[in-house]
């Protein structure tokens, strides 16, 4: 099945530090998601995306929808300890379709 | 605040077993996913039904089936458990976007916590 291309596979910061992670497809999207999933959890829907070009944000975070509709980045700013974890992007392909296609994930370490 | 559960948090099996994984939400959604997450490879989905009794194959169904009796359950099974099916299984909820009205809005997942499975 299809996948979404999501980078970088891994991330190893120091407290403090901007990050910034992408997800990039072939197809167009209508809908782009963000969620982390912390150590021993299940995902948290983080950030959600509905229309070509939207920027959101959700206090140090910050996603966009790409022009394209076929790529999504996601941005931290200033990162502190509780960031870590594994971070998915998640897209839909039309406005009633049931299922999502998820990236590879990213896994964010911070050291102090 | 939405809930979905899954039965059991970590689970050791032997080869050849029969393994039955519960979830349960009470969110009322219609769609219910079942999902296996291994390291580089993401979640990778394995069923999902968007009714009760209803059911389709996702990318991943070989060695799996469900059941979905009740609209706020959903229960993957594995027949005869094999070591590669060692992994993280996640369930996860859904509204049912055309019911929605087509709401840009809808069709979020929300995930439970997960059930790591060991197989021997």
């Known amino acids: 099945g299809q996948q979404l291309n999501q980078s970088p596979q891994s991330m190893f910061i120091q407290e403090g530090e901007d990050v910034s992670m992408n997800c990039t497809s072939s197809?167009?999207?209508?809908?782009w998601l963000w969620y982390k999933q912390d150590p021993g959890e299940g995902p948290v829907l983080l950030i959600a995306?509905?229309?070509?070009?939207e920027l959101t944000s959700n206090g140090r975070l910050t996603a966009q929808f790409g022009i394209t509709r076929k790529d999504s980045f996601l941005n931290i700013s200033a990162s502190i300890p509780s960031d870590v974890g594994i971070y998915f992007c998640?897209?839909?392909?039309?406005?009633?379709?049931?299922?999502?296609?998820f990236g590879q994930g990213t896994r964010l370490t911070i050291n102090p | 605040d939405v809930k979905v559960t899954q039965s059991s948090r970590y689970l050791v099996k032997r080869t050849g077993e029969k393994v039955f994984l519960e979830c349960v939400q009470d969110?009322?959604?219609?769609?219910m996913f079942w999902y296996r997450q291994d390291p580089g490879l993401g979640l990778r989905l394995i069923y999902f039904?968007?009714?009760?009794?209803?059911?389709e194959k996702g990318d991943i169904p070989e060695g799996y089936s469900v059941s979905r009796e009740k609209k706020e359950r959903f229960s993957l099974i594995l027949e005869s458990a094999s070591t590669n099916q060692t992994s993280m299984y996640l369930c996860?909820?859904?509204?049912?976007?055309?019911?929605?009205?087509?709401?840009?809005?809808?069709?979020?997942?929300?995930f439970g916590e997960g059930s790591r499975l060991t197989v021997l």
């Open positions: 039904s968007y009714d009760v009794k209803m059911k």
């Open positions: 197809s167009i999207f209508n809908t």
């Open positions: 969110m009322d959604h219609e769609n």
């Open positions: 995306l509905y229309k070509a070009g």
């Open positions: 998640a897209g839909r392909k039309g406005q009633g379709a049931q299922k999502l296609v």
């Open positions: 996860a909820s859904s509204l049912n976007p055309l019911l929605a009205g087509g709401s840009a809005n809808t069709g979020e997942l929300f």
